[in-house]
Each structure stands twice: as structure tokens, then as C-alpha cells.
């Protein structure tokens, strides 16, 4: 496995706000926050990053983060047009260890479009997760179905999964829960126009703050390519 050194991360990050923040109705200037612990497999190694993201119905212009040590920083990723403003981790900022980040209040300064600002907290807690190991992901005995399988992530509430080939997204990122067993089936005519190949495959768990799945408190990410004929 190898770790992503792009912001292909980012779009699965926004898929999952969009998950918890559906049932949310639209609020003049309002705004959530949240951090959460990424992980990632990297040589050999476990790393651990704290990714950022600020959420809003409402057009946002800027947001500042201010760390438990003091420490301010702007958040300069943003989708949707303002609605949403994130930081993924990177290994060129430095933002990788080896050890768990600290646990701490993070708070956000959110400005909006019409000039007004609030503030905003969430408190990075201290459960992460390890990187979910892929067990196989190759064509069923009956040439019906693409058949990903991947061993349980502990204190995992979820997982999402996504099938690239290239700049080429063939399964979007999607989110599953209670599954039993961890397998997921695609049709097989959904990839017979991007075979033969080398995908990547790449299975994120999650774990939410609290049992209102509204905002995350860990995420880990694996990634493998492997070939199908």
C-alpha cells in the first residue's frame, strides 16, 4: 500500500460532510465545525494527521483555525463555492507523524460573504483508527461481480469505498454500514470498459464523535492498485 500524496482525499472528506450534514436545514450565517484524526499506512508505517473542515449552507469567504498551542493558520481549501473550507493533512507541510495528535480544543473563525463572523469550537478527541488491510478485490467464481474484501477495522462505525483507474472515478466514493460480512459486490458489466487494468482501490473506516454521526472523530485510509484482467 503507498500513501496518497495529492488532495485525492479531499473529495471522500466533503462526501462524508455531505453525509452527516443532509438533514440540516438552511440557517442564516450558520456554520459547523469539525477535527478529526486522519491515518494512513506509509512505508511500513502508521502516520497520523489532524484534517480540518468548516461547513455551511451559507456563503463562507474565509476561515482561520486556532490550535490548542496557540498556533493560527487559514484554511485555503474550498469547494462548492465557499461552502465548505478544509485542511487534509500533507506530507509536504510536515503535518504526518508517527505518533496520535494531542487531544485539544481547536476553535474557527468563520467569516461569511456579507462580512459577519462567529467563532466556532470542537474538541479533537483521543480515539483514532488503524488502516483497514485488503484482504482481495478480484472477479467472483461466477464472472458476475468485481468482490472487494477487506479485514474489520477495530471501533470502526463505518466504511467508504472507492475504485479509481487513472484520473478515471468507475465506483464514486460510497458509504456503507453494518455490513457483515466486510464484502461489497459490483456488477461486473460496470467494469468491463475500463478492463484489462491496474485500480486503485481504497477503503476508509470512520468513526463518528458520538452516536448523532454529525461530525467524524477519526478516519483512516487504505489504499492498494491491483490488476484485473
Known amino acids: 500500500m503507498r500513501a496518497d500524496r495529492s488532495n485525492s482525499l479531499l473529495s471522500l472528506i466533503l462526501v462524508i460532510l455531505g453525509f452527516i450534514s443532509c438533514d440540516k436545514v438552511t440557517v442564516t450565517n450558520h456554520a459547523t465545525a469539525d477535527v478529526f484524526i486522519k491515518s494512513i499506512s506509509y512505508q511500513g508505517n502508521i502516520l497520523f494527521g489532524v484534517a480540518h473542515s468548516v461547513f455551511s449552507y451559507n456563503g463562507i469567504s474565509q476561515v482561520s483555525l486556532k490550535t490548542p498551542q496557540g498556533d493560527t493558520l487559514l484554511l485555503s481549501s474550498k469547494v462548492d463555492e465557499g461552502l465548505s473550507f478544509f485542511k487534509d493533512p500533507s506530507f509536504d507541510s510536515g503535518d504526518f507523524n508517527i505518533n496520535p495528535p494531542a487531544s485539544g480544543l481547536y476553535s474557527y473563525r468563520v467569516t461569511f460573504k456579507d462580512k459577519t463572523q462567529t467563532v466556532l469550537t470542537n474538541t479533537l478527541g483521543a480515539n483514532y483508527l488503524l ?23 477495530s471501533e470502526a462505525q463505518g466504511y467508504q469505498i472507492r475504485v479509481v483507474k487513472g484520473n478515471t472515478e468507475v465506483v464514486p466514493a460510497r458509504s456503507y454500514y453494518e455490513l457483515n460480512p466486510l464484502r461489497i459486490e459490483f456488477p461486473f458489466s460496470s467494469f468491463m470498459p475500463y478492463l484489462p487494468g491496474t485500480f486503485t482501490v481504497e477503503v476508509d473506516a470512520i468513526l463518528f464523535e458520538s452516536a448523532a454521526h454529525q461530525q467524524l472523530q477519526a478516519l483512516s485510509v487504505s489504499k492498494d492498485s491491483i490488476q484485473l484482467q
Open 131 to 153: 488502516p483497514a488491510k485488503i484482504d482481495s478485490f478480484g472477479i467472483s467464481s461466477d464472472g458476475r461481480f468485481i468482490v472487494l474484501k477487506w479485514n474489520p477495522v
